[in-house]
């Protein structure tokens, strides 16, 4: 007898935190067994789900500890077409995994959205829908076949072949609806990050085009969590955190001018807190003129840059900056940012306990 796969998403008018509970159980009660190389897991084909408030895109388990700081430059890599490992490792040490020659990641997102020619996908995408109302052909495609065919390694990294397959954007009425096609998914670890960096392309997308963020549409060909991980999900999936704040909505209109603002300053603070990482006591870290140039940004774009200057005090374990952070930025950055002010402060007072110990 045929079975028809059940595609209804999940959930439909839950919350994000709700939803990534859902989407782990019903892979853990429903999943399939499979031995891919990374390891045994359990897999769901063809899965898909709604969120239907894309700024509903923060994860506050406790379990899964999501870092919004990391997640926001992630997507300031991305789109600032970025490829390169050196300014992605300041975010996220773990990626030089993903890179052969320790200078590059061959599957960034970044050239092959914002990139040369055809390849500036998402600038070109903005202009179509500008120009076709219910266009089908808003389409940016991230998997590419001419560079993702093959792979090497070398000493245990491999430069990764991308995950997603694709972006479409639908423009219906008033709003702007969002689909990403994955070809797999990490739905444990990875897909926190992806709904994060996804949403944000949505709406810099709605935004640009004048439209709301509609539905974001999430579809994977294999959604799965490892095994060796199954300890992680259950705590989880046990978690009864709360759902996160709405993050500060992007203003309607051209967003270019202000991404290349925050790029620029994204740079600055990066390069000032790896000087100050590198050579230690020689001067305090002064987040003054970083907050200061925050401040003339709209509302959303300041609490991006005022993440950033978070980022580089957690860095730097620099309690004074954070703490005045803490008294500016909008939610949910500031729970987060209590979560750092008490992690250092525990890394403080076990330092403490180490030394008189001695």
């Known amino acids: 007898m045929a079975r028809w ?11 994000w935190e709700e939803i990534y509970r859902k989407v782990l159980s019903d892979v853990r009660e429903d999943g399939s067994a499979i031995h891919p190389r990374r390891g045994e897991a359990k897999e769901r084909i063809a899965y898909a789900f709604q969120i239907p408030n894309p700024r509903d895109r923060c994860l506050l388990s406790e379990a899964r500890r999501f870092s919004i700081f990391q997640g926001v430059g992630h997507w300031l890599w991305i789109m600032g077409g970025r490829m390169d490992l050196s300014s992605i490792t300041y975010y996220n040490p773990r990626a030089e995994r993903f890179s052969v020659d320790l200078r590059k990641l061959d599957g960034a997102y970044g050239p092959r959205l914002f990139g040369l020619g055809a390849l500036n996908q998402i600038p070109n995408v903005i202009e179509l829908i500008r120009g076709h109302s219910d266009t089908r052909r808003a389409v940016a495609a991230v998997y590419l076949p001419e560079f993702d065919s093959w792979r090497s390694a070398v000493d245990g990294r491999e430069d990764e072949v991308p995950c997603t397959v694709a972006l479409q954007f639908l423009p219906r009425g008033d709003r702007l609806d969002a689909v990403t096609y994955m070809r797999s998914q990490d739905g444990l670890m990875v897909l926190p990050y992806d709904i994060f960096i996804f949403t944000l392309l949505q709406e810099y997308v709605s935004a640009s085009v004048g439209l709301r963020p509609g539905t974001y549409h999430h579809v994977a060909g294999s959604l799965h969590y490892y095994v060796k991980d199954s300890e992680l999900l259950e705590k989880v999936l046990a978690d009864s955190t ?10 309607s209109g051209e967003q270019s001018t202000y991404l290349g603002s925050l790029m620029e300053l994204e740079e600055s603070i990066r390069v000032s807190c790896t000087a100050h990482m590198n050579l230690p006591g020689r001067t305090e870290f002064n987040p003054r003129d970083f907050v200061e140039q925050a401040s003339e940004l709209p509302e959303f774009w300041k609490a991006i840059a005022l993440a950033l200057v978070a980022w580089a005090a957690i860095r730097l374990s620099h309690e004074k900056t954070l703490a005045r952070i803490r008294e500016i930025v909008p939610r949910p950055f500031d729970i987060y940012v209590d979560r750092a002010l008490a992690s250092i402060s525990r890394k403080a007072k076990r ?8």
């Open 5 to 15: 796969l059940d595609l209804r998403p999940p959930m439909q008018s839950a919350r």
């Open 242 to 251: 709360q759902a996160a704040p709405l993050m500060p909505e992007m203003p």
């Open 351 to 358: 330092s403490l306990e180490a030394y008189v110990g001695r």
